[in-house]
């Protein structure tokens, strides 16, 4: 490959997820806020703020080709994003149980040298099993809810909450593989 490929991103998910491709890359967390969503519809807030976040490490590292992303879940036509507390995540989970949701990731690719931008998102689409109370609070107690979009991660005890998924799991991990991969080819990243 010409060029570096530096991933905008500070999630150690995320790290893994381009890892299991096989590919030589750098990390280069955004300095984006997530704490404002940009309006419009969800998905493409998720975008938007990958747009940032490409864009913005794009301009600090001066070379490379940059990736982005964000995942967002949503239900009921609400955005949850990461929990702001433990109530936060126990409001979040109480939502989910037993229902079907949207989760979105948008990913930008940036060609620094060149300027050139593709941007998309994925959705997958996950039921959970209909949640005690009490298994919610030791679900809680695991830590896993809060750093992580819902309150939730499939890829830990999560896995327990979770009944069926339609579409790409690593989409709901942070990082839908399939669609990256077929992004970066158009940046002349061959990885098969
Ligand atoms: C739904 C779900 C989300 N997540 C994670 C993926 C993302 O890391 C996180 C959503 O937060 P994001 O804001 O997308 O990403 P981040 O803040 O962790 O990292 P960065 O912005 O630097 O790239 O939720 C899981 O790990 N498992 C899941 O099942």
Request: charged share 25%.
């Amino acid at each position: 490959m010409a060029q570096k490929l530096i991933l905008a991103s500070a999630s150690p998910r995320r790290r893994e997820l381009l890892a299991q491709l096989g590919l030589d890359f750098k990390v280069i967390p955004s300095g984006i806020d997530e704490a404002f969503l940009p309006s419009g519809p969800p998905e493409l807030a998720a975008v938007r703020l990958a747009d940032q976040k490409a864009a913005d490490v794009a301009l600090r590292a001066g070379e490379g080709i940059v990736i982005g992303a964000d995942t967002i879940v949503v239900v009921d036509d609400i955005i949850l994003g990461k929990p702001e507390d433990e109530n936060n995540a126990r409001e979040m989970l109480t939502r989910l149980s037993g229902r079907w949701h949207s989760v979105y990731t948008g990913i930008a690719v940036i060609d620094t040298a060149s300027g050139r931008k593709i941007s998309d998102y994925e959705e997958s689409r996950v039921k959970f099993k209909k949640l005690s109370p009490r298994e919610i609070e030791n679900y809680l107690k695991t830590g896993e809810p809060m750093d992580k979009a819902g309150g939730y991660g499939i890829q830990g005890k999560g896995a327990l909450l979770v009944e069926r998924i339609e579409g790409c799991y690593y989409n709901i991990v942070g990082l839908p593989l399939f669609k990256l991969g077929f992004m970066l080819s158009h940046f002349g990243v061959e990885i098969l």
